[in-house]
């Protein structure tokens, strides 16, 4: 595509940690639209096992080269979020069918709070689809290898936030 779609798009999630599935609809994105906002959501009733600013670093070392990708944390409805960045689009990733219910339920309600904001769903690479953070914890909290997962640097991080899963 050489062409990008003109405005701006809002990819939006916990990313506790960041994975490679992450990374590639975030390159994506940045290839498709001419501007992107990842959002690192901040939900108090979600327990997380980085704080907002590791998350919020995770992700600026990986699109550090992405000149039209920008990253702001938010606190509140996703489409409340996407309306105060000037988001035309909501991007989503679909990995399963099991994500495509999810996503679908809260696409139809984000049209129903405000139909001047689409969401579009992008479906994962194929070498992706079975990644998701939830399995990368539980990959790091057993001493699993993380290399085809995570970047190095999460990796990293999820070593040192579990520092005895060699003696599990």
Do not use: C, W
């Amino acid at each position: 595509m050489s062409q990008r779609l003109s405005g701006r798009a809002v990819y939006a999630g916990s990313f506790d940690p960041l994975t490679y599935g992450h990374i590639d609809l975030i390159m994506r994105a940045s290839r498709l639209f001419e501007e992107v906002v990842i959002g690192i959501g901040e939900n108090p009733k979600k327990q997380y096992l980085f704080d907002t600013q590791t998350r919020e670093e995770m992700v600026l070392e990986q699109i550090k080269e992405l000149s039209n990708v920008s990253v702001q944390r938010f606190n509140n409805l996703l489409i409340n979020f996407a309306k105060s960045v000037g988001a035309q689009v909501i991007l989503r990733g679909l990995r399963a069918s099991t994500d495509f219910e999810y996503e679908f339920q809260m696409g139809l309600v984000n049209m129903n709070m405000d139909r001047d904001v689409e969401t579009l769903f992008l479906l994962s690479d194929p070498k992706n689809i079975f990644i998701s953070s939830s399995t990368v914890k539980e990959i790091a909290y057993f001493g699993g290898n993380l290399e085809s997962y995570v970047p190095p640097a999460v990796e990293k991080l999820l070593r040192a936030k579990f520092p005895m899963a060699s003696e599990r």
